[in-house]
């Protein structure tokens, strides 16, 4: 099963670099295949439609500006008939419905695959995010999913994408458990998940953004330390491959009732 990995933009010196490519989802790929969650699967990573925004803003005009290069994007790599699924990437999911009408394979968002992966685990489950901006795009996008009931909160640590990135390259993974830099932040999103679970009663917890899921195993530690070993935690990306893989071999996808298009035959008498 061969699966594409769309990012949500392309901008070297943010999540880009032209000689390592997209090392952050380098990484994130490497860690599942350690975890033998790839075994018959290859995910190839797409360099993404470049743009020019900012490093660090996450708010609705950014989702606009990347939402179009990455319904481009699904659409290329739609024709290049090499692959069985799509997935894309990004906390704040840019251009999800779109995309699932101009795709002709399996698409898997990462988020959207976490919630439903969460509500079939629990009856409660918390996002954690990047920005107070992004965390309200995740909470409107929950409403859209239909998953706002069991959605208890969309939390957020005050650390930009380019500071866990600069951790992500500073620190191999092998050294982060030790590190006392990568732990002080590691704690920081354990706390804002400490407060969902006993103040909201979330039993399972999702890790949203992709730079931050590159900790996923530091914060696991974390919250066994604390006494949450019955908590699940979950890293957005492995739901999406889960999602994607689940569909290829089901012989499905999204259902274009759902996601018309103009071309559409079977269309209903009303909506």
Do not use: W
């Not at 990484?27 to 699967?41: C, M, N, R, T």
């Amino acid at each position: 099963m061969r699966i594409i990995d769309i990012p949500p933009y392309q901008r070297a010196g943010v999540n880009y670099d032209p000689k390592e490519g997209h090392f952050m989802m380098k990484e994130l790929v490497s860690y599942l295949k350690s975890k033998g969650q790839l075994e018959g699967v290859e995910i190839d990573i797409d360099e993404g439609a470049p743009t020019d925004h900012g490093a660090e803003s996450r708010d609705e005009e950014v989702v606009s500006n990347i939402a179009v290069g990455v319904v481009n994007r699904v659409k290329a790599v739609c024709a290049m008939g090499k692959y069985d699924a799509v997935i894309t990437q990004a906390g704040i999911e840019p251009g999800f419905l779109a995309a699932h009408v101009v795709s002709t394979l399996p698409i898997a968002y990462p988020v959207h695959s976490a919630m439903h992966f969460a509500s079939l685990l629990g009856e409660k489950f918390c996002v954690l995010t990047t920005t107070d901006a992004q965390a309200m795009i995740v909470r409107r996008n929950a409403y859209l999913y239909g998953m706002n009931h069991k959605l208890t909160s969309v939390r957020y640590v005050s650390r930009s994408s380019s500071f866990t990135m600069a951790l992500v390259r500073k620190y191999p993974k092998a050294d982060r458990l030790k590190s006392p830099e990568v732990m002080e932040f590691a704690n920081s999103i354990v706390d804002q998940f400490v407060r969902a679970i006993e103040d909201e009663g979330a039993d399972t917890v999702i890790i949203g953004s992709p730079h931050q899921q590159c900790f996923l195993d530091e914060v696991r530690a974390g919250l066994d330390a604390r006494g949450y070993q019955e908590i699940n935690l979950m890293g957005a990306f492995a739901c999406a491959v889960e999602m994607a893989r689940a569909m290829v071999n089901m012989g499905i996808k999204q259902a274009l009732r759902a996601y018309p298009n103009d071309k559409l035959k079977a269309k209903p008498a009303f909506r």
